[in-house]
Every structure is written in C-alpha cells, then in structure tokens.
C-alpha cells in the first residue's frame, strides 16, 4: 500500500513536471515607458490577449518582458538578456523600426528567431537575416496606400512631406518620395524634423506656402497632436492630410477631435476586415480593456499566436522554430500569414493595408472598398 | 513676405517664453556665481504641477501661474537653503556637480511619480489662433508672451525700484561690499534662487497648453536657459530677455529658410558668433 503511494506520487510529480516543462519561453520586447508608451500598451494588450488564446489552444506560453523605453541601446541589451540568460525559444518586438532595426542584427549573432509585429522600415527584412520574420506591412505599403487612396478620390497634384528624423519616419518619408515621383505627384516640400520642439509653426508656414494638395505626415502621437494643432493654426489647408499610422493611428490623437477630425491614417487592421476571427478580437479587446482596438494590437496578437503555436510544435528548439517560421502558413485575425522572400525582402509578410478616417474622435474604415463601404470625406473640410 | 512675418512673429512668441527660463537662470548665477544646471528640471517640475491643477482642479494653465509661481518660489527658497548655500564657496565643478544631481533626482522622482508618459494638455484655446492678414497668431501662444512681458516689467519695476531688489542687485555686483554695507547675503540668495525657480515654473506653466510634459523635458530647457544666458550676457537680465527672443526667432527663420532639421544649428552659429566677437555676451561686461 506505501509502496504504490510512493509509486503513485512519483507518477504525480513526473506529470507535473512534465506539464511545467511543456511552457514555451517567449521573450517579448516592447516599449512599456517613454515616449511611445501609448502605443507600447495597445500592443501589450495584444499579447494578454494572446497568451489567453493560446492557453485555449492547449499550449502554455511563459511571457518575459522586457521594456526597452523607445530606445534601441535598451532594446539591445533586453535582446542580450532574453537570448543568453532568459534562454528563450523566440521573441517577439520590439515595437520601432529603430529598436528593431537595432535588435535584427543581435537574433542573427545569437540564432534566436525574432518576430516583428509592427515596426515597418523597410530596410529591416532587406538585410538578408534568416532569424528575422516580419508580419508588419513595411513603410513602402504605407505610403501606397494613403496616396494611392488619394490620386482615386480626387487630383492631386502636389506633396508635402513632414517627417520626424527617426529610423521609421526616414523611411516612410522615402517610400512616399518614390511613390509620388513614380505617379507624377510634384513634391513641393520635405521636412525632416527633431523631435521634441515646441514649436513647428514656422515649418507648417513654410509648406502653407507652397499651397501642397496634400501633406503627408509620419510621427508619433505627441508630435502628431502638436503639427496637426499647429497645422490648424497657420491655416494649412490640403485636399487630404495623410498619416502613416503610428501616432495618427492612436485612439490618443483621435481623442483631440478639433484636430483629428477627418485625418486619413493608414493601418493594418481594422475591424471591418474579413479575415477570421477579427470581428471577435475587437469585441473581446473592447471588452477587456474598455478601450478601442488598434492595428497595433492585432499585429501583436497575431504575431505572438504563430510565434507560440510554432515553438509549440517545435518543442521550443529554436533551429526547428526558425524552420517552423520559414516554411508556415496562417490564417487568422491579419489575413493570410506567409514570411517570403521578394523584391529584395527576407522573411517578410506581404500584407494588405487600410486606411481610415477619424471621424468625430472614432477610427472608421474608409478604404480600399473591397473591405468597406464606408466613403471618406474628401477634400478636407475648411478648418473652423 | 507673410512667411517671413509668420515666422517672425512665432519666433518672438516662443522667445518670450524661453526668455522667462532664462532670465530666471541669469539671475541665480548674477547673485550666487552658480550655474544652476537643474533649472530645465524645475521648469519641468512646474509643467507637472500645471498639469495636475489642470487635470485635477480644472483650473486653466494661465490662472494657476497664480498658484504654481509661490509654490515655485518657495521650492526654491528651500533648495537654495538646504542645498546651494552649501557650496556657495565651493569650487565651480562642486557646484555643477550638485545641480546636475538635483536635476537628475527630479527627474528621475518625476518619473517614478508619473511614468515616464508623455501628457498632453489640451484646453479649448490649445490650437486656436488670430489671424491678421494672412499669419496667424497663436492665441496661448500670444497670452503666454504678455503675462511674459507683465512678469519680466514687474521684474525689472523689483529690481530696479524696491529696496530688496536693489539689496539683490547689489549682491550680484559684489558679494563682499554688500555685505559690508549691511545686507543680508543670505537671504538675498534665497530670494535669487526662489525668483529663478518661480520664473522656470511659469514658462513651465505658460508652456503647457502648447507643448507636451514627460520628465526628461527639462534637459532640453536646461541648454536653451544656458544658451540665452550666456548669449545675452551672465547676470543681465535685459540680455536674458533679449537672448530669448534672438533664439527663439533663429529657430523660426533657420526652420523656415534652411530646414527644420537644422534650425539648432542655426542658434548655435549665432552663439558662436556672439561670442567670439563679444566674449561676454551681448548686455555682459566683461570680468576678466
């Protein structure tokens, strides 16, 4: 009777055991404080989210976090700690394309698979790295879309550009550059801001000047609220104002309605897409978080749900997860999931983008009209 | 011609505010020789305390200049008696030392506080404007320059008129012979001290409604305040004001007729300019 107790309790502790050792260890590397914190937190619902689903699914994931404030230096050395003492099978982040950028060349040297969600530089995939995979549309799809959208609505035929001089805004502002010299768009002006400075009035003046039909815009949220106030204030006056995602794309810009009101922002995701599932992502995040979901969170979802059902399957070996990564396929919330190889990208997802219109503080589906039937308000009303 | 105006008119504008910095920052190193290195972190610590009377009291950023200068002011007072008045004699590294520590101490508390958030006031007027033949001027903007221009007048009326605010000029032009004379060293100090951090905490205030607040943003005010200062001369507060206005209105012009990504360097030529053709600032004599 002892003997089979003991039997029995040695059975006990190998099941447990071998239930613990079954959580995958993924690293997840985002910006939690500073200045993009209001996005870092979008994202992190995401991946609660995640976790919640992935249990569902019978696989159970051990999140580390790590918080690199916005900063790539951080970023870093987060990498570092998660490849070599964390011993993660993947990690999923960080969240800009200059800590991403930053930490691609770290997965490659320490052979762990990085998943990006949603940094968009297109430069990340195009440096032949085979740990990397990018769900992210990328910069180039940005612009496409917003101008796209743009030379069908109306007839343009001028551009301005005003960027932040950041690795993502860099590079969305030369997507956008080749967009509109390859569809004859006349650029009129091309600002590259520091940012952080209180004052962009004389700037915006400067473009008001050149009477551009449209502005295209890359920022976070805080510099996005100050030129668009600002914008108002010298008078600017385009057929459209054109943001490429980040902070135009931020429930905290659409919130200041005197400003927001009919911003066009390109996304990734929006509820009106007929992937599966997405329908009712939105109404469980809203449900959760009180709070309306975002691109960012959907990219971040779905990023860490293939990064954990493959290092699942692959029992957390990361040459196995890398393979897993390279050769799967997906279908969830973001559409089709494939990482391929072209153009000159690696391991990159070719998704589809949207564009959305702020419409009395709420983000509403406006283009392309295969997802909506919605229209957008075009041109841009007189300010008040 | 509208653009040079426009950018004219908004560089004086935000001049005005950065004058305020810097002529609280003139005013510490006129009567106490110290460099106040922390002054962009009591700006900051100003721009939280408008934030908090905002979001929690609803009380606008302009009226509670009334509330936020004396709390200011007496932070000051308090640094300057439990902290500077240590090292008044100290040797000048000592001194930088210990007002680069305070900044990174409010700082750093400030983010333990509040994160480290970027927060965003916006009032009904945040992005209203006037417009006069084709520019348009910032309405916050524009209310935040003339309560400038009543504080840096009521100033000079104190400094110039007062009995304490002669006792403060004479402390600034020699520490020893006003002692002499009777005056309190001390506690001209403290008043030095308390003004400076009263006038950092209001360009905080008046800055808020148009700019965003998170814990590190002092750095930057910290060397705009150093460039103004040194600009206009160290230790005159005329040449502060006018120092503020020269920065703020090279911002605007190197913004528009360069690139915004170099309208700093801008400034800094102007700076170097300055000082290589008048070593000691526009309004400084010189104390070699």
């Known amino acids: 009777m002892k003997r089979s107790l003991i039997a029995l309790a040695i059975v006990g502790l190998g099941l ?307 393979a897993g990564l390279d050769s799967g396929k997906w279908n969830g919330i973001m559409g089709e999931v494939k990482f391929q190889d072209y153009d000159g990208y690696n391991n990159q997802n070719k998704h589809p983008m949207l564009v959305e219109q702020i419409k009395n503080g709420k983000f509403e589906t406006v283009w392309p009209t295969t997802f909506t039937k919605n229209k957008p308000i075009y041109p841009f009303p007189k300010w008040k | 011609m509208t653009i040079f105006l426009q950018s004219l008119i908004s560089g004086i504008l935000v001049g005005g505010v950065y004058a305020l910095i810097g002529i609280g920052l003139t005013l510490i190193f006129g009567v106490m020789r110290i460099i106040n290195f922390a002054h962009g972190d009591i700006m900051m610590i100003g721009m939280y305390l408008t934030y908090m009377l905002f979001s929690m009291a609803g009380i606008d950023p302009f009226v509670s200049v009334l509330i936020s200068f004396p709390l200011m002011y007496l932070l000051g007072v308090f640094l300057q008696k439990v902290l500077i008045n240590r090292v008044l004699d100290a040797l000048p590294q000592n001194q930088i030392l210990l007002t680069i520590g305070m900044g990174l101490i409010m700082s750093n508390t400030m983010m333990l506080a509040f994160t480290s958030d970027y927060k965003i006031l916006s009032t009904t007027y945040s ?34 008129k007062t009995n304490t605010g002669q006792a403060v000029r004479a402390t600034a032009q020699d520490r020893e012979a006003a002692q002499l004379m009777g005056i309190n060293v001390k506690r001209m100090s403290g008043i030095a001290f308390g003004l400076g951090a009263g006038l950092a905490g209001t360009a905080g205030a008046l800055i808020s409604p148009t700019y965003y607040i998170f814990p590190q943003v002092g750095s930057v005010f910290t060397l705009k305040a150093f460039v103004i200062t040194v600009l206009g001369g160290m230790g005159s507060v005329v040449g502060a004001a006018i120092g503020g206005v020269i920065v703020g209105v090279s911002e605007s012009m190197g913004a528009v007729y360069i690139s915004s990504g170099w309208k700093d360097v801008v400034v800094y030529v102007i700076f170097l300019l300055v000082l290589l053709f008048k070593p000691s600032g526009l309004l400084g004599k010189s104390r070699m």
């Not at chain 1, 200045?35 to 019978?58: C, F, H, Q, R, S």
């Open chain 1, 16 to 322: 447990s055991t071998a239930a613990w050792s079954q959580a995958v260890k993924i690293g997840v590397i985002n910006s939690t404080s500073g200045a993009e914190a209001p996005i870092g937190e979008t994202i992190n619902n995401g991946y609660i989210l995640a976790v919640e689903d992935l249990k569902k699914k019978g696989i159970n994931v051990e999140l580390i976090r790590e918080d690199d404030t916005g900063k790539p230096q951080i970023s870093m050395s987060a990498m570092e700690k998660l490849a070599t003492r964390d011993n993660v099978a993947g990690v999923v982040g960080p969240y800009t394309s200059a800590c991403a950028n930053a930490v691609s060349k770290l997965a490659e040297k320490y052979r762990v698979p990085l998943l990006v969600p949603v940094a968009s530089k297109e430069d990340i995939t195009r440096q032949g790295l085979k740990w990397l995979f990018r769900l992210s549309a990328t910069t180039d799809d940005y612009a496409a879309i917003l101008l796209n959208m743009a030379l069908k609505l109306g007839k343009p035929k001028s551009v301005a550009i005003i960027n932040e001089n950041t690795d993502f805004g860099t590079s969305a502002a030369k997507s956008a550059k080749a967009f509109a010299e390859k569809n004859g768009l006349k650029i009129v002006a091309e600002e590259a801001y520091a940012k952080g400075s209180p004052d962009y009035r004389s700037t915006l003046t400067k473009i008001k000047g050149q009477n551009p039909d449209l502005v295209f815009m890359v920022s976070y949220v805080a510099d996005g609220i100050l030129l668009m106030r600002q914008a108002r204030e010298v008078g600017l006056q385009p057929q459209a104002f054109l943001g490429a995602g980040a902070g135009f794309g931020n429930p905290a810009f659409a919130k200041e309605t005197d400003i927001s009101n009919n911003v066009f922002s390109s996304t990734q995701w929006t509820e009106e897409v007929t992937w599966p599932g997405a329908k009712e992502f939105a109404k469980r995040y809203r449900e959760k978080f009180n709070k309306e979901p975002v691109y960012h969170s959907a990219n971040a979802y779905a990023s860490l749900m293939i990064m954990g059902e493959t290092a699942a399957k692959a029992g957390g070996d990361r040459e196995k997860i890398r």
């Open chain 2, 127 to 160: 992005s209203s404007s006037i417009s006069i033949g084709g520019i348009s001027i910032s309405q916050p903007l524009t209310i935040s320059f003339l309560i400038t221009a009543v504080i840096t007048a009521g100033l000079y009326w104190f400094l110039v």
